[in-house]
């Protein structure tokens, strides 16, 4: 059973910047393609990055030029979120899919204040 966890979230001001790892219980990021997705209260749950297991990436229209996906190690991925603004309050949610499965972390909060 694979298990993420994700961390880094937190209370930030309007223009700062956070980094989320995403870390799984086994090496599999270098297999399997990943993604992050946020959810804020009342809306649906949406993609914000992802990146294959090549090291291709593509980001939600809303985050590019500010947010940037990355892979660490075969362990953990990272999202690092820059200029942040209050409409990219979240849970924020990470993902792989193995096997036709997908596995999801519990989510990490993130809250910008404008």
Do not use: H
């Not at 959810?39 to 229209?61: F, H, M, W």
């Not at 942040?84 to 792989?96: I, Q, R, S």
């Not at 899919?97 to 519990?106: C, E, K, R």
Request: charged share 10%; net charge positive.
């Amino acid at each position: 059973q694979v298990q993420l966890v994700e961390s880094g979230g937190g209370l930030v001001q309007a223009g700062g910047s956070l980094r989320l790892p995403c870390a799984a219980s086994t090496s599999i990021f270098s297999r399997n393609p990943m993604g992050w997705y946020r959810q804020a209260p009342g809306k649906q749950r949406e993609l914000v990055a992802s990146i294959t297991t090549s090291g291709n990436t593509n980001y939600a229209d809303s985050v590019k030029g500010r947010f940037t996906i990355s892979r660490a190690n075969a362990n953990t991925v990272y999202l690092q979120m820059n200029n942040l603004k209050p409409e990219d309050t979240a849970v924020y949610y990470c993902n792989t899919l193995i096997n036709s499965l997908l596995y999801w972390g519990q989510g990490t909060q993130v809250t910008v204040s404008s």
